[in-house]
C-alpha cells in the first residue's frame, strides 16, 4: 500500500483510548481490511477524502443517506437557511405539515407521516403502531434482515434481555411455506409482518421480493388483522418514487424510511395509511431532536429532486452499467463475480471465497486505485456520479482482477469470525 495513512494510524490511537473499542457500530475497528482508512474529512459529490487526504469515489454514499451528493449546493443551501433561521425551537415550523404533505402526495399507501431522527426510531414506532392498532404482541420477520440497533432488534444480543426479543418469530425471506408457518405459529396473536422491500441483508447474495412473497404477506395480514410494515429505510428512494413494494403492486399499512429522505441530514419517517391512524396517535413517541426544521428544509429540498430529475434512472442504468462490467472482467480473469441485487443497491461477492479473503484483496486494490467499495454489504450509487466515474471504476477493477488473479492462490486467510464479532480480536 502506497497511500499515506499517518493522520489516520494517529486518530485511532488516540480512539481506542477515549471511545469505547475504538469505534461502534457499523464502525467498529475491524469489520473493513486493515488498510481501510476509519476517518475522514471531507465528501464533494461522488467522492470522500480520507484524514490523510486520499480521495476515493465513494460506493457506499455513507451506507445510504448520500443519493445526490456529498455537499449538494441546493440541499445544502436550504438546510443553512434555515438553520439561520430557527432549527430546534420549542415547537415545529410550518416545514414540517409541508414535508408531511409532500410524502404522502409521493407515497401511494400514505395518508399520515410522523417524523423522527434515526431509522430505528421509525422502525421502533411501526413496531408501537402495529402492537397498539392490534392489541397484540407477535410480529413475523425475516430472519437475517436488519431493521436498526434498538434492543428489541440489535443483531448482537449482547447488553439485552430475553424480554427485549420476546414475541418475534423468524421466517425465511421469499420463503411463502416459512412465511405461512410463522403466521401459524402466531396463531391469533399476531401484530405485524415486518419486510425488507428486498433481500438486502449482509456476506450473502441479494435477492429481489419474489412476487408470491410479497402477495401473501398482504393477504397474511388482511386474514389476520395484523398490519404489513415494510422497512424501506434503507431502499427508499432508491428503487422508487414511492414505497419500494409499489414496484410490484402490494401496498403495505406502514413504511419506514430514513437514511436518504435529506440528502445526508439527519430525519427518518413513518408513514400510514388511514387503518393505522388512530393507532398512531395514541402511541407516545418524541425526541428532543425530532423537530428540527433544518434537515425538513433539506429533505424538501431533496424530495423536489426526487420529482423533477431523472436521477432515479440514471442511478439505475449506471449501476447496471457498473454490475455487467465488472462480472464481464472478472470472467475474463476466470474468476466469478456474483452482482446481486437492484444495480444502484449492488452486492458483490466472489464464488469460493467462503473466508471472504479475495472480497477482502479485491477491495483493497480497488481502494489503492481510488475507488471505495465494501467487501460483503451492499453499496449505494448516487446521482452526483457520471459516466465518466463508472469507466474509472471498470478501469481499476481491470487491474484489480489481475492482482487478484496472479495473487489469490497465496492469499493469507481472513479471521471472519473475529470481524464478524465486530473487530474485537
Ligand atoms: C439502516 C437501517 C435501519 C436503521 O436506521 P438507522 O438510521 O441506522 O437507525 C433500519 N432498517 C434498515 C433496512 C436499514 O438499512
Not at 409521493?106 to 421502533?124: E, L, Q, R, Y
Amino acid at each position: 500500500m502506497t497511500r499515506a495513512n499517518s493522520q489516520d494510524r494517529a486518530l485511532r490511537d488516540r480512539a481506542a483510548a477515549v471511545i469505547p473499542g475504538g469505534m461502534y457500530g457499523h464502525q467498529a475497528v475491524g469489520l473493513l481490511p486493515d488498510d481501510y482508512p476509519q476517518f475522514f474529512k471531507r465528501g464533494d459529490g461522488a467522492h470522500i477524502w480520507d484524514a490523510d487526504g486520499n480521495r476515493y469515489l465513494d460506493l457506499m454514499c455513507a451506507y445510504g443517506p448520500n443519493l445526490f451528493g456529498y455537499a449538494h449546493p441546493e440541499i445544502d443551501a436550504a438546510y443553512v437557511r434555515q438553520l439561520g433561521v430557527g432549527d430546534t425551537l420549542t415547537g415545529p415550523t410550518a416545514l414540517m405539515v409541508r414535508l408531511a404533505e409532500e410524502m404522502t402526495e409521493m407515497v401511494g399507501h400514505a395518508a399520515w407521516a410522523m417524523f423522527c431522527k434515526n431509522g430505528t426510531d421509525a422502525t421502533t414506532m411501526a413496531l408501537m403502531t402495529a402492537r397498539a392498532h392490534t392489541r397484540r404482541k407477535t410480529i413475523v420477520r425475516a430472519k437475517g434482515a436488519y431493521h436498526g440497533a434498538a434492543p428489541w432488534c440489535t443483531p448482537r444480543p449482547t447488553g439485552t434481555i430475553d424480554a427485549d426479543h420476546a414475541h418475534q418469530i423468524f421466517c425465511d425471506y421469499n420463503d411463502v411455506a416459512s412465511l405461512e408457518e410463522a403466521v401459524a405459529k402466531a396463531g391469533d396473536d399476531l401484530a405485524a409482518i415486518f419486510a425488507a422491500p428486498f433481500k438486502h441483508d449482509a456476506f450473502i447474495d441479494q435477492a429481489r421480493p419474489d412476487l408470491a412473497y410479497a402477495r401473501k404477506a398482504r393477504e397474511l395480514a388482511d386474514a389476520t388483522g395484523a398490519l404489513l410494515i415494510v422497512d424501506d429505510v434503507r431502499a427508499g428512494l432508491r428503487v422508487a418514487r414511492d414505497c419500494s413494494w409499489s414496484a410490484i403492486g402490494v401496498e403495505p399499512d406502514l413504511s419506514t424510511w430514513g437514511k436518504c429522505i435529506a440528502n445526508g441530514h439527519p430525519i427518518s419517517a413513518l408513514l400510514g395509511s388511514e387503518k393505522a391512524r388512530k393507532a398512531a396517535a395514541s402511541i407516545y413517541v418524541t425526541g428532543s431532536f425530532w423537530f428540527q426544521a433544518a434537515p425538513m428544509a433539506a429533505a424538501l429540498e431533496t424530495l423536489r429532486l426526487v420529482r423533477t430529475t431523472d436521477y432515479l434512472e440514471r442511478i439505475a442504468g449506471m449501476g447496471e452499467r457498473l454490475s455487467a462490467g465488472l462480472t464481464e472482467r472478472a470472467a475474463a480473469h476466470g474468476l466469478g463475480l456474483r452482482c446481486s441485487g437492484p444495480g444502484q443497491m449492488p452486492l458483490y461477492l466472489f464464488d469460493d471465497d467462503p473466508d471472504l479473503r479475495k472480497g477482502f484483496f479485491f477491495v483493497s486494490q480497488m481502494l489503492d486505485r481510488g475507488a471505495y467499495l465494501h467487501p460483503w454489504h451492499n453499496m449505494f450509487l448516487c446521482a452526483a456520479m457520471t459516466d465518466a466515474d463508472i469507466d474509472g471504476v471498470l478501469n481499476a477493477a481491470e487491474d484489480a482482477f489481475a492482482a487478484l488473479k496472479r495473487e489469490g492462490p497465496g492469499l493469507a486467510p481472513v479471521d471472519k469470525l473475529a470481524f464478524l464479532a465486530g473487530g474485537q480480536r
